[in-house]
């Protein structure tokens, strides 16, 4: 079992930068995939960013790529979403997932466990 409790969300202006954290609890989290979501009111969830164990792998949403930076420090159970250059686009709420396998990276419904999620949201 992993509990997943995300932060760092919050209302700031387009071009703004913020970063996202989100906390794990077990001790099997270096073994899981770790991927970012977000979703607006009216929308289907989308993948954003993901990362292997060890972080060996990353694979980025075409309308982040360039912009996000998806990290892990398992020393710490910590995965972090860094969001520069943010776009009134960008706003939604935020979740962080587990996955078992790099296999299901992009399907939503093979996440096994999930936060509460954390508004971010981007207006001048």
């Known amino acids: 079992q992993v509990q997943l409790v995300e932060s760092g969300g919050g209302l700031v202006q387009p071009g703004d930068s913020l970063r996202l954290s989100c906390a794990a609890s077990g001790r099997t989290f270096s073994s899981y995939v770790m991927g970012w979501f977000r979703q607006d009111p009216g929308k289907e969830r989308e993948v954003v960013a993901a990362i292997s164990w060890r972080g060996r792998l990353q694979y980025y949403a075409d309308s982040v790529k360039g912009r996000f930076t998806i990290s892990r420090d398992d020393a710490k159970n910590t995965v972090y979403l860094q969001m520069n250059s943010l776009k009134p686009d960008d706003t939604a709420v935020y979740y962080c997932?587990?996955?078992?396998?790099?296999?299901?990276?992009?399907?939503?419904?093979?996440?096994?466990?999930w936060g509460q999620g954390t508004q971010v949201t981007v207006s001048s």
């Open positions: 997932a587990a996955a078992s396998s790099w296999a299901v990276v992009t399907f939503t419904n093979e996440y096994d466990f």
